[in-house]
């Protein structure tokens, strides 16, 4: 798992971009899709660790709460994606959906929800440890842009997480 921490910038974007366009067409692309996504969210969660374990004292940022969020998104969105093969609501199809409309778009929500947490997480911890200290939205929205632009703002954000990871973790900075 260290090896995946620090891959290069350049090796993510192949990784996100040029492996989903060799998935075979047909019902084994579910799975995946599935198993990429879920390696995907693997790394972010182990780089959130890693930022974490090397956040300054006083920045308020809680890892327990990104995790449950993710685990939430990812076993509904595999349920999903298993059970119905994905869902595509439009203004005109709505209907053919009945009651099941009331628990995909709160969900899908949800997930929106997950989504930005996890951008802000990352962002807030990689401007907190370049600046030792808590910080603001105007120190780490840049980040935040790189991050929701994720496949071209990480040629600029991963060779910074790469930096970070690089220094020793410091036992009293760890709770």
Known sequence: MDKLLRLQHWQIFIYLIVVPVFFPGGDSEMYYQIVWGLLFVLWIIKVDEELYNRLPNGVNLNFNFLLINFFISAAYLITIWLTVGGYNITDKNYQDYGWKVWIYIPMHLYCLFSFFYAIR???????????????DLGYYGTYMAGLFFFPI??????????????????????E
């Not at 997480?121 to 910080?135: C, D």
């Not at 997480?161 to 690089?166: C, S």
């Open 121 to 135: 997480f990352t962002s807030k911890a990689i401007a907190s440890i370049e600046n030792n200290r808590n910080v």
């Open 153 to 174: 703002g990480i040629w600029w954000i991963q060779p910074k997480i790469n930096k970070i990871l690089r220094t020793e973790v410091k036992f009293d900075e760890q």
